[in-house]
């Protein structure tokens, strides 16, 4: 009797889990926003161990972060050889061989041109930044063209380039000369269906921006994420970058790609662009380009990045050594693995997936996305205007419950984002997936 009762007001004790989320409420400020209320004690490959011994799925990675995996053998080794020698000098002051190194790859396998140059810092919001100061001095204009639906980052000039209000209430004013454009979203935009009309019609919209919106002659540069990420993996059509790069060639406009996202295997290749076949005179890395260490890049056209006058651009920790270091073990091991080849291949099997469980499903809108870049678009009676957030939310939360990490995303946070290490197997990709169609079958009540 007395264990009887005992049991009946027994207070359940907290997991490992739920009292280190407790302690991040005590001391962490609330704007730091949680995405998915996992934790984790270790990480390798595609597999989050909490710290309550629970293997996660990881379909998240970091945000795009981890395309080579968590922890990779030859990263992690580069990074405590690197750490042994020195971690610190600041390359304005010291010139070191890691940073050389990496400039050198980079350029290797993203060539802006016959000549490209490369700087490197330490975010893909100082990336986008720096672009801009550079094409800016490049052109000795002012104005800077970006879309609806951007994500560029949370400092002042990529805060003001980033489209959601959601990610800068209160914090106004912003960078002044900045003009937006709608986003050439087919699916959200489209009238009739037909590509090629749409295409038509959005570059004709930014020949008219000429007229109504900004002075294409005082336009420094029009950045553009080739294919969105925060703004809900929304590819760009191959014909309005063409487009867009005739545009900028007739006006002299820097033609700025934020590949911060979409980078490093991917889409399938180094960048987007490649994909495309469309070389932009800048662009931006971040991410996986570091396997989790924070270091970014902007490679640019030689003549362009040079305009930048010295001491102009850069800062106290650009291209730190041991980040260096783990960027050039990260290009190394991700040639050795091809892993871009493996983008195109998780990307197959992932859409096939994703475009049969979209027949089954009414409330999935769309399905679209580059390589392994893919999205899942959740919406009210076919509606494209009727997002369905919280759908998506309910889903998010259903899988993480299964054990299975994934994100939102889009302006409604109506669209699940497919981010796995693109080093996942096969199995556990289908292991993952299985898990997401089974959630949001029974989410949407479809047997």
């Keep these: 009797m007395i264990k009887e009762v005992t049991d009946k007001f027994m207070v359940k004790s907290k997991t490992g889990s739920e009292k280190l989320l407790e302690r991040r409420r005590a001391v962490v400020a609330n704007g730091v926003g949680i995405f998915n209320t996992a934790t984790v004690a270790s990480a390798s490959g595609s597999t989050i161990t909490d710290v309550d011994g629970k293997e996660l799925i990881d379909f998240a990675g970091g945000i795009g972060v981890v395309n080579a995996g968590h922890c990779p053998e030859p990263v992690v080794r580069a990074i405590q050889e690197q750490a042994a020698k020195y971690i610190h000098t600041s390359f304005n002051v010291v010139t070191y061989e890691p940073y050389l190194e990496l400039c050198e790859k980079l350029i290797e396998i993203l060539p802006h041109g016959s000549a490209t140059k490369a700087m490197l810092v330490s975010t893909g919001a100082e990336a986008v930044e720096n672009a801009i100061k550079i094409a800016r001095q490049a052109t000795k204009r002012q104005a800077v063209l970006c879309y609806t639906g951007a994500f560029h980052g949370r400092t002042m000039m990529a805060m003001t380039l980033t489209s959601k209000i959601d990610y800068k209430l209160n914090c106004g004013p912003f960078a002044p000369e900045v003009y937006r454009l709608p986003f050439p979203n087919f699916y959200r935009y489209n009238q009739n269906g037909d590509m090629d009309e749409f295409v038509n019609w959005e570059l004709k919209r930014l020949h008219e921006s000429s007229r109504n919106v900004v002075d294409p002659n005082n336009l420094a540069a029009i950045i553009i994420e080739p294919v969105q990420g925060e703004g809900g993996i929304n590819p760009a059509p191959a014909k309005y970058?063409?487009?867009?790069?005739?545009?900028?060639?007739?006006?002299?406009?820097?033609?700025?790609?934020?590949?911060?996202?979409?980078?490093?295997g991917r889409t399938g290749n180094w960048a987007s662009w490649q994909e495309y076949g469309i070389t932009p005179d800048i662009s931006t890395y971040a991410k996986s380009l570091g396997s989790g260490m924070p270091v970014a890049a902007i490679l640019g056209r030689a003549e362009v990045m040079d305009a930048a006058a010295p001491g102009t651009i850069g800062g106290t920790y650009i291209g730190n050594p041991v980040c260096c270091a783990a960027a050039i073990a990260t290009i190394e091991y991700m040639k050795e693995i091809d892993l871009n080849k493996r983008g195109k291949e998780v990307g197959k099997i992932t859409r096939d997936r994703l475009e049969k469980l979209k027949e089954k499903c009414p409330q999935i809108g769309d399905v679209r996305g580059l390589g392994a870049f893919l999205a899942v678009e959740f919406v009210k009676d076919g509606d494209p205007?009727?997002?369905?957030?919280?759908?998506?939310t309910k889903i998010v939360k259903d899988c993480a419950d299964r054990g299975l990490i994934l994100l939102s995303a889009g302006t409604h946070k109506n669209v699940i984002?497919?981010?796995?290490?693109?080093?996942?197997?096969?199995?556990?990709?289908?292991?993952?997936?299985?898990?997401?169609?089974?959630?949001?079958?029974?989410?949407?009540?479809?047997k």
């Design 241 to 264: 970058l063409a487009g867009l790069r005739k545009f900028c060639d007739a006006y002299g406009i820097m033609l700025i790609f934020d590949e911060v996202q979409s980078g490093f």
């Design 385 to 392: 205007r009727q997002p369905d957030g919280d759908l998506c």
């Design 417 to 446: 984002r497919v981010l796995s290490p693109l080093v996942i197997t096969d199995d556990q990709l289908n292991q993952g997936l299985d898990i997401l169609e089974d959630v949001i079958l029974n989410t949407c009540g479809v």
